[in-house]
């Protein structure tokens, strides 16, 4: 007995500087990584992207087993680096790396998600932002992310869905998120539902795209009276958007009760251009609408000088949004 407590006694002897060494290296390692996530910070909040991107791969070769939370930070790091100078498919290769590693990590994975969205490979963020959610299934950014690439791909209907769940969950940033919430629901011809958070996104969105969109939702409620008094609450906040001004003179146009205003509206663009397309085709069709039928085909004869194809007719109704 007395023997083996001795020998026990002289191997821990042996092996203490042996203890101590490692211990040693494993602060001098600590203070190693340390610094050089100091160093990377800095050269990214700097702009010294080269410089970050040599640190931050340095990091990586030579500390693969570092904590989590360590490579997480040069992960995120280099991605913002790549980002800044305008390099999302170097970005997307390193968050695709670390996702490897830290395949749990919400934070990196809405990263990557975020990369693909912005990239419009929709059906990746997809994917991903789907693993958020089944990680945490409350993730509001996760909500958000789908939300948006439904939008992206024309699925309103989806869009709005998660929108609303996004909503639901408390969230309230960004604070735009409602004018696409209420877009989705406006091309998803939920007009009720549209116009009540269209109304709710002028709080964070009181711009001329906001009350544009309150006044498409109108005219497809053929509600023709508001439609333009809110194209008029546009321009009163940007009188520089023609598009709204032409919106305006081709809804006014194609209305018996007020195709006099289109045509005045129209005449006033043609005094500045004269070949100007969609005044010459909101002219030919106010005055259609008048009854001044000769006047009117001789408008139709100058468009169709210039446009034999119904190029008007069609982007017309693809941009400005006019029913016959």
Known sequence: MYLSKRAILLSVFLLLPFVKADALFGIETNKAQKNIIARLEENVSAGDYDAAEELGREFLIKYPSASKKRLKQVYMLLGEAYLAEGQPDKAMLIYNEAAEFLPKDTDMLL???????????????????????KLDKDNKLALLGLAK??????????????????EDSGAKEPKDFLYYYAVSEYLSNNNDGALQIAFRSLIFKPDADGYLLIAKIYKNKKDLDNAVNYL?????????????????????AFNTKTCAEGLKMAEEILKQDSKDKLALFAKYIALFKQGSFEKANRQLEKITA?????????????????TN
Not at 149 to 163: D, H, L, N, R, T
Not at 310 to 316: K, N, P, S
Request: proline fraction near 0%; charge should be negative.
């Open 111 to 133: 990263s990557l998600g975020d990369i693909y969205l912005d990239g419009n490979l929709t059906d990746n963020a997809k994917s991903i932002y789907g693993k958020v959610l």
């Open 149 to 166: 690439a439904y939008f992206e791909e024309g699925f309103f209907s989806k869009a709005s869905f998660y929108f609303k769940q996004y």
């Open 232 to 252: 008029d609450k546009a321009l009163e906040k940007d009188s520089s958007r023609k598009d709204i001004y032409m919106i305006k003179m081709l809804w006014l």
């Open 306 to 322: 210039q446009e034999g194809d119904g190029f008007i007719d069609r982007i017309a109704q693809k941009i400005y949004g006019y």
